[in-house]
């Protein structure tokens, strides 16, 4: 996906941002894709104006706050709308993200996670349809695998998960975002209905894979999680399904994958 263009007046002015003001003219921020501004403390993002734009905004709008973690707050527009003109508004949260401070990551998904445990499934899961929704059925066996020799192979080691689900973010690693004196930010929640540990399972496999975390570092960190192996192997899946179904799945990402791949299958 390409840089989203400026905001418009419009979203601007609902979300109250007074155009006049130089001081809080939109500036694109470097994260996000290029696809989210910031204008003074409030920052903006594409929205689809969906059934899952508005639980999340109305679930973090009241989550109480919580050791280990913070969270931006959404704003309402000025007629109390969680979008307007296609965006969608959430208070500036200092921080930057740091992939390489993994076990950081994961203590923080897990503070997030703990704070999340009480809400109920959405019913938008049941109808989301992209490559992120599919792979993690496919992770989970609830819909069948494409073709793909490394998802033969992770599959033929799945066992039953004990762990409950609740919701959880399924894309922790570079949304997570730390500043000094300040617990780390959770931003740009990710929301799938799995056993809370899958999230950090997620972000082990997402680091050994992109980020340079070793692999005996991984499992080791996998190891402190309920489940953790198989939660490894379920994460892989889920990340290589996706790669798949987006057409991107050949011999340089199976060259990428295999070792982290093999160390979780030991």
Request: charged share 20%; aromatic share 8%.
């Amino acid at each position: 996906m390409g840089a989203s263009p400026r905001p418009s007046d419009a979203a601007l002015t609902a979300f109250g941002i007074d155009l006049s003001d130089a001081a809080v003219a939109p500036e694109r921020l470097t994260g996000g894709r290029g696809l989210t501004w910031r204008a003074g403390s409030i920052v903006l993002r594409p929205s689809g104006a969906d059934d899952e734009t508005a639980w999340k905004a109305e679930a973090l709008a009241v989550l109480p706050p919580g050791a280990g973690f913070r969270t931006a707050r959404p704003i309402r527009s000025d007629k109390q709308a969680w979008a307007v003109d296609g965006w969608e508004a959430w208070e500036w949260l200092a921080g930057q993200p740091d992939e390489s401070r993994v076990a950081e990551i994961v203590l923080a998904g897990a503070a997030f996670h703990q704070a999340l445990a009480h809400l109920p499934r959405p019913h938008f899961l049941d109808t989301a349809d992209d490559p992120w929704a599919r792979a993690d059925r496919i992770a989970w066996e609830e819909q069948p695998a494409p073709p793909n020799e490394a998802l033969r192979r992770l599959h033929a080691a799945f066992a039953p998960v004990a762990e409950p689900s609740q919701m959880i973010h399924g894309d922790l690693l570079g949304n997570v975002m730390f500043e000094e004196h300040e617990a780390p930010a959770i931003i740009d929640w990710a929301p799938y209905w799995r056993p809370a540990a899958w999230g950090g399972a997620i972000a082990l496999a997402d680091a050994a894979c992109w980020h340079g975390l070793s692999v005996e570092r991984m499992c080791s960190l996998a190891g402190g999680l309920p489940e953790g192996r198989q939660l490894l192997i379920r994460a892989l899946s889920f990340r290589i399904a996706t790669v798949e179904l987006l057409g991107h799945w050949g011999d340089e990402m199976a060259a990428r994958h295999e070792p982290v791949i093999a160390a979780a299958l030991r």
